[in-house]
């Protein structure tokens, strides 16, 4: 069986053909961050004219790289919920369309639970129940997930997500878009403790982040409050790398401590970590201590798997296995689901 997976959540044009043993026949990613870059972040109406122009050649490249025609596809699959409402239609109605002409079934896609399906493709092995921390660049969040369909929010940050606040924090230092990729770089010939940044709520029971302030705090070490603005001061390439060094430090300090405190208060043993900014090097490696440390079993998603792609939208096959599939008046909900036994919209398959 072949199972064609689309992704267009964000700013990647996404599509993969997926067989029902998990198997990868294809992925290609189209990135847009060429064409974000001079505004130092997503936007929106851009992202979803982007995908409109490529939706069509990623899904034929996909079909070419994979050997298998359309008529060789036995189901759609496409992330409807959450995203960007612009994006997500492009995806979900080129889905419906090929459904609708081959007369083969749809099968929606939680794009969250699809980041932490991500560590169960790469360990080629059972990693449920388990807590699952995503954190890219629209969303930095724990979920208790039972099964790979099921899922309970147990915090989310307040404020920016983890990736975005990368991304914003680059832009004051002057660092090209995204921001993660490029804070890791600066950061590695810095010194991690050359800055006092704040943590949010370490000592809070509550399993909630908030980046908001360490990124202000950012600002103030660049130019303090009555001082020009931080695009004005010019900082040595030593200063760069210590402030990106501080603040990825800050972050991963935030991320290890609740992503444990989440396990430690759910009594699970196994944490899956995906999305954008789980690529991050110095993040991975702090999270391995840790779970060497307390023994637990962490599964990262591999970095090509991290950041926004197709292949992860394999989880569609537990949803056929489950027996689901939509109907195609199936919706976008770009909102975040906080619990559900099944993905939005789902309807058992009969
Ligand atoms: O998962 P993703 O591709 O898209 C969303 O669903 O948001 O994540 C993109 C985010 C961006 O904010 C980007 O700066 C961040 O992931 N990111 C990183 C790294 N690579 C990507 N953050 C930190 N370190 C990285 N190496
Ligand atoms: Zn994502």
């Known amino acids: 069986m072949n199972i064609l997976t689309l992704e267009t959540t964000c700013d990647e044009t996404a599509a993969a053909v997926v067989t029902e043993r998990l198997e990868v ?53 496409v992330a409807n919920t959450p995203g960007l409402a612009g994006s997500l239609l492009v995806g979900l109605s080129a889905a419906k369309a090929l459904c609708l002409a081959r007369q083969i079934p749809l099968v929606a896609v939680n794009h969250l639970q699809a980041h932490i399906y991500a560590c169960r493709l790469a360990a080629d092995r059972e990693v449920f129940p388990c807590v699952g921390l ?15 369909l099921d899922f309970e929010l147990l915090g989310a940050t307040i404020d920016d997500a983890a990736g975005e606040a990368f991304d914003k924090v680059a832009a004051m230092l002057g660092l090209p878009y995204p921001g993660g990729p490029s804070i890791e770089r600066a950061a590695a010939g ?10 949010a709520f370490l000592r809070d029971p509550r399993l909630d982040f908030s980046f908001s302030g ?60 995906g999305g954008g900014v789980a690529a991050n090097g110095r993040i991975r ?66």
């Open 134 to 148: 995503i954190v890219s660049g629209g969303h930095s969040s724990l979920y208790r997930c039972p099964g790979p």
């Open 214 to 273: 360490l990124k202000t705090a950012v600002r103030y070490a660049i130019a303090g409050p009555g001082r020009p603005d931080p695009a004005q001061v010019r900082l040595t390439g030593q200063q760069i790398a210590d402030l990106a060094a501080s603040f990825q430090e800050a972050v991963a300090d935030c991320l290890v401590a609740k992503a444990f405190a989440a396990l430690e208060q759910t009594g699970m043993r196994t944490l899956c970590v």
């Open 25 to 77: 026949r294809a992925s290609v990613v189209a990135s847009q961050d060429a064409l974000h870059r001079r505004f130092g972040g997503v936007v929106p109406e851009i992202a979803s004219r982007a995908h409109l122009e490529r939706i069509l050649p990623v899904i034929d490249e996909t079909l070419r790289k994979a050997g298998v025609g359309l008529d060789q596809i036995d189901a759609v699959a």
């Open 285 to 350: 490696q702090r999270l391995g201590e840790e779970a060497q440390r307390l023994g637990v079993d962490l599964h990262i998603a591999p970095p090509r798997l991290c950041t926004d792609n197709a292949v992860m939208g394999a989880i569609a096959v537990e949803r056929l296995k489950a027996g689901c599939v939509e109907e195609l008046d199936l919706d976008v909900f770009p909102g975040v689901v906080r619990s559900a036994s099944q993905p939005v919209g789902a309807k058992k398959f009969s």
């Open 190 to 199: 810095g010194n991690p403790r050359a800055y006092a940044l704040p943590r």
